[in-house]
């Protein structure tokens, strides 16, 4: 059983659910409304979560954040976490965005199928509730209609140091007031004409409620309403009616949204007043934002990296969005602890990339099979060859275990012939101190192979080392009696050229150059790192010809590697690399 290290959240959820704070729910709005039905029968002894993302971008390693925290609270204790898709704006969401959304939620591995234990919604399909309750507020004489332009709105908002100024059109009764709103939603007032105030208090010192707006006119086709409506809800108002129409119980969000709770709060207070929203109403708890160490989580600043082609669309692996990092091949599981450990409290976390590479390496150490690559192929010939097996046909049959502690995985077989890629980091025709590969005189074993001794190497007309030459030292097999007779240092991975297979492979480094790329205000396309993605020309031992997409693999020596689940294809390979064995961060 894992215990779960307690958090303030979880000690306010307590504390309800000790309390009986959520005793006597029930909805109070007009039946056959959408959310009526769709909330179901309230369980007093539950509560009820919500993750609401706003359908105009892909999720990030952030949302990771708030995915975990709604649904694994709601799993934790019993309740219920909804999906709602805060679609109340017309202009910037999509399906696509819909679909995809759906999919990452369930990747990592939570589910809002209405038999489970969580449930999907629409915040648009609260629209005909939202506008009663806005004919509500003017009827009730807490909102009017305001004619200033945004201009004049601005200027008369105010600062921190100075109260706002009320509109000339504050005053206005609320008869005036349905009638202008009713106009507003007959399409007889021109877009950005008029908007629709809550009227709370323009000397506020908390400026968000100073007459926030409520509604605006806009003609725009919405993916779910279509034309009906040319007045939308704004956010703020939106959000708080959604948590109530759904009966969430504990409504968390980031810490930006922390001086939005008063008019949260004045919001449902108000409409319950009016018999419209029952009580107990849902309360707001902010909570700080997860951040990830050279990347950017901001869903505008994403959108700008994939519209000017500093990357390769959304899901290109350099990218914090949870498409870009299944890509790159972190797992589910990785993700997941990674969120898990960071926290929650009312800070915002700044979280290293090597944590989340911890948790990856963590998770695949003990399920990746292994292989063999060489990423930076160099020749290695074996002279002595045809002396030796009678041939330079013949072929040297080898294995490997797939995994050193999972025997069911099976071996992998592979051959040795006179010829075969090394790494060129493991010749240097003059060594270095404590350099024990290969250099002139020196011995080392090509790993599950042969001892071989180096004896030199060939250079093309530049100087440029074109292959290593060596010869086999027999009886030095590995697995054969005396094997271990000669005694060596270095080991070299190697693959046969004659059974070689040519793969792409994707070396990735940080996106940025500076751990926080948008810190004080900076141009964070300034900091890009031009050397992001480096792509080389490998060869693969032949068992991974016929390897499937988005297969996870160690190869040996190099670190963690994913078959790309877009550009790969059995007999063209194409491999990223997720991360390397051990930290190299910082070297
Ligand atoms: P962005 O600022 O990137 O556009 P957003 O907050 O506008 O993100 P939404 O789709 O509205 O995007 O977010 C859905 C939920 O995810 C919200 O409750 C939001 O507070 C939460 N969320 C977004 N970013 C983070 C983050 N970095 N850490 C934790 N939670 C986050
Ligand atoms: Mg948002
Ligand atoms: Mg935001």
């Given amino acids: 059983l894992q215990v779960k290290p307690s958090n303030f959240l979880r000690a306010i959820i307590e504390r309800d659910l000790e309390a009986g704070t959520n005793a006597g729910r029930h909805f109070a709005g007009t039946p056959g409304d959408a959310a009526h039905q769709a909330a179901g029968p309230i369980d007093p002894a539950k509560i009820r979560t919500r993750f609401p993302p706003e359908p105009n971008g892909y999720l990030h390693v952030g949302h990771a954040k708030s995915i975990c925290l709604n649904f694994g609270l709601a799993r934790d204790y019993g309740g219920v976490c909804h999906l709602r898709f805060d679609d109340t704006n017309p202009e910037k969401e999509e399906q696509e965005y819909v679909d995809a959304i759906k999919e990452m939620v369930a990747w990592l591995g939570w589910s809002w199928d209405a038999n489970d234990t969580s449930h999907l919604f629409y915040a648009s399909n609260y629209f005909d509730f939202m506008y009663r309750a806005a004919e509500y507020l003017i009827s009730a004489g807490l909102a009017y209609v305001d004619e200033q332009t945004p201009e004049e709105m601005r200027a008369n908002r105010g600062d921190f140091t100075t109260p706002g100024t009320d509109s000339p059109f504050r005053a206005r009764t609320p008869e005036e007031n349905l009638l202008r709103f009713r106009e507003m939603r007959d399409g007889q ?185 060489v990423l930076e192929p160099l020749k290695l010939k074996l002279t002595n060859w045809a002396e030796l097996f009678g041939s330079d046909g013949h072929r040297e049959p080898c294995s490997a275990p797939a995994h050193p502690h999972l025997p069911e995985l099976g071996t992998r077989q592979f051959s040795l012939g006179p010829e075969v890629w090394i790494e060129r980091e493991d010749f240097m025709e003059v060594p270095v101190k404590g350099y024990h590969r290969l250099y002139p005189g020196n011995k080392a074993r090509l790993k599950y192979g042969y001892v071989i001794e180096c004896t030199g190497c060939q250079k093309d007309a530049e100087g440029q080392i074109t292959a290593v030459l060596a010869t086999v030292v027999p009886d030095t097999k590995s697995g054969t009696p005396g094997a271990d007779a000669v005694k060596v240092k270095g080991v070299i991975t190697w693959v046969g050229a004659h059974e070689a297979v040519a793969a792409e492979v994707r070396l990735y480094d940080r996106l940025f150059t500076e751990a926080q790329p948008d810190a004080g205000g900076r141009d964070f396309l300034e900091v890009l790192n031009p050397a992001s993605l480096k792509v080389v020309s490998a060869y693969l031992e032949p068992s991974l010809a016929e390897v499937a997409a988005d297969t996870r693999l160690q190869f040996e020596r190099h670190g963690y590697f994913v078959a790309d689940r877009v550009d790969h294809r059995p007999g063209k390979p194409v491999f990223n690399k997720i991360t390397g064995l051990r930290d190299s961060f910082g070297k």
């Fill in 189 to 373: 007032h021109a877009d950005g004409s008029m908007v629709l105030r809550a009227k709370i208090d323009m000397a506020s010192p908390n400026i968000n409620l100073r007459d926030p707006a409520l509604y605006r006119i806009r003609r725009a086709t919405h993916h779910n309403t279509g034309d009906r409506w040319c007045i939308y809800p704004m956010y703020t108002y939106a959000h708080p009616i959604e948590d109530a129409l759904e009966q969430i119980t504990h409504s968390i969000c980031t810490l930006e949204f922390e001086d939005q709770r008063p008019f949260y709060d004045w919001l449902l207070e108000s409409l319950a007043d009016g018999g419209l929203l029952a009580r107990p109403l849902p309360k707001q708890y902010e909570f700080g934002r997860l951040n990830l160490s050279y990347v950017v989580t901001s869903k505008r600043k994403l959108r700008q990296l994939v519209d000017e082609g500093h990357v390769n669309g959304w899901d290109d692996p350099r990218m914090p969005t949870l498409v870009g990092m299944r890509r790159r091949g972190y797992t589910p599981e990785s993700i997941v602890a990674m969120v898990d450990s960071s926290g929650t409290t009312k800070a915002n976390a700044w979280l290293d990339y090597s944590v989340l590479d911890g948790y990856l390496r963590a998770d695949l150490e003990g399920k990746a099979a292994r292989a063999s690559a």
